[in-house]
């Protein structure tokens, strides 16, 4: 069982930055396809950036140029910086892993963009 812890949230003026981390607990992620996503209140969940384990990304068309999803794998943590941060960003952020049929989901950080 992979357990994963994120942490890294907060309130953040727009146009601010914050950066995301989940660390893994039982398990590498450098051999998972690893992701964050996020969900507003009144709204689905969606997906935020996806990293393979081959090291291929693709961004959600809204984060697109903003966001960078890394991974360490000395540290075993996936990281997701975020800039020039919007209003609409403000969500609950879950970090998630893949491996085969497996999927792990973290317990979220809540990200707020206000003044």
């Known amino acids: 069982q992979v357990q994963l812890v994120e942490s890294g949230g907060g309130l953040v003026q727009p146009g601010g930055s914050l950066r995301l981390s989940c660390a893994a607990l039982g398990g590498r992620l450098s051999a998972m396809n690893v992701g964050w996503h996020r969900q507003a209140p009144g709204k689905q969940r969606e997906l935020v950036a996806h990293?393979?384990?081959?090291?291929?990304?693709n961004y959600g068309d809204s984060v697109k140029g903003r966001f960078t999803i890394s991974r360490d794998n000395a540290e075993n943590t996936v990281y997701l910086q975020m800039n020039s941060l919007k209003p609409e960003d403000t969500a609950a952020y879950y970090c998630?892993?893949?491996?085969?049929?497996?999927?792990?989901w973290g317990q979220g950080t809540q990200v707020t963009v206000s003044s």
């Open positions: 998630t892993a893949r491996l085969g049929e497996y999927s792990f």
């Open positions: 990293l393979t384990s081959g090291a291929g990304t």
